[in-house]
């Protein structure tokens, strides 16, 4: 893939004592081309802000590789990539604006971080804030004076001065209030469709995935459960997990599935079993003694050795209006 994202077998570990680790990224791959925008969901702990945090390079992974464009931006350290030229292409916009913001700048001069230490460009800074909606009047202000969503605009434009061809955005709005969520969201569609910018958009949330994105990926414990286009995945789930987590969805017609069992511990996790065999209610002898790999079902990749009855258990248990 020479346009775009492509993340190979990513991996990330975190010494929890000695001898033992924390597998927060377990072989994790997928793409994304250029313009595209592909939410990834899972529950806390499924490795979600981690796989941010790799793919922008402010963590070095411990295995695995990341393409940008052609460059393989994965083997640049961390350390270093913030003088990479891929840095301006790639920017990352935090879950909570409030803890992302210099307290101490004003709202231009959080923005004009985004063009680089010590570039100062206040034309720029004052476009860029137009075109999120943050009017010149509050340019002036720290962040403790502005709103929820002013805030959020003062991330999304710090992020946008650099002309990105990539955002990585975290639970960009999980903080706002449900009315300032939904205009921060159309906001953040208009900009990529406006600047022609791939979004790799972090969630909790199925529905603003389903409303945002083209495709979605479905992680548990660092590894991918499901990957496809969002209206087969959310429709017509094929894995237990995914199927889990469109039940739980409140008002779509579907009865709520029970998960019985505990959860894997994402501490030295067996490598030849599915993580999800312990809640899984189809779970075999297979699940427990072999990983499944990823494979293509109606559509969409997924990692499961019972793909087929999930799909079956999944329309028994749909109820037919409403979804």
């Known amino acids: 893939m ?75 350290p961390a350390a270093r990539f913030g003088r990479d030229p891929a840095r301006r292409a790639i920017q990352l916009v935090f879950q909570s604006a409030d803890d992302a913001l210099n307290p101490a700048f004003t709202a231009a001069r959080n923005i004009a971080t985004g063009l680089g230490a010590g570039v100062r460009d206040d034309r720029r800074v004052a476009e860029v804030a137009a075109e999120v909606g943050l009017p010149a009047e509050h340019l002036g202000k720290r962040p403790h004076q502005l709103s929820g969503g002013q805030q959020a605009r003062v991330g999304i434009a710090r ?83 995914t199927r889990a987590l469109v039940a739980a969805r409140p008002g779509h017609g579907r009865r709520p599935l029970a998960l019985a069992g505990e959860a894997q511990s994402a501490i030295d996790p067996p490598e030849a079993a599915c993580l999800f065999h312990t809640r899984c209610p189809l779970a075999v002898d297979r699940c427990r003694t072999e990983r499944p790999l990823l494979r293509d079902i109606a559509g969409r990749s997924v990692a499961c050795h019972r793909a087929e009855e999930t799909a079956a258990a999944s329309q028994a248990v749909s109820e037919p209006a409403g979804y």
């Open 159 to 241: 992020a946008l001065i650099a002309d990105p061809r990539l955002l990585i955005l975290d639970e960009p709005t999980a903080s706002l209030d449900v009315s300032v969520q939904a205009a921060v969201l159309k906001l953040i569609d208009a900009l990529r469709r406006s600047r022609d910018v791939a979004l790799l958009f972090i969630s909790h949330d199925l529905d603003v995935v389903r409303l945002m994105c083209e495709r979605i990926m479905v992680l548990y414990l660092g590894r991918v459960a499901e990957i496809g286009a969002v209206d087969a995945v959310l429709g017509t789930p094929r894995h237990p997990y």
């Open 2 to 76: 020479k346009e775009g994202l492509e993340a190979i077998g990513l991996k990330m570990r975190f010494p929890v004592g000695k001898g033992r680790w924390l597998h927060a990224l377990d072989g994790v791959g997928f793409n994304l081309a250029p313009r595209e925008a592909l939410g990834v969901v899972g529950e806390s702990g499924s490795g979600k802000s981690t796989l941010a945090r790799v793919v922008a390079r402010l963590a070095d992974q411990t295995d695995g590789a990341i393409r940008f464009d052609g460059a393989d931006i994965g083997a640049v």
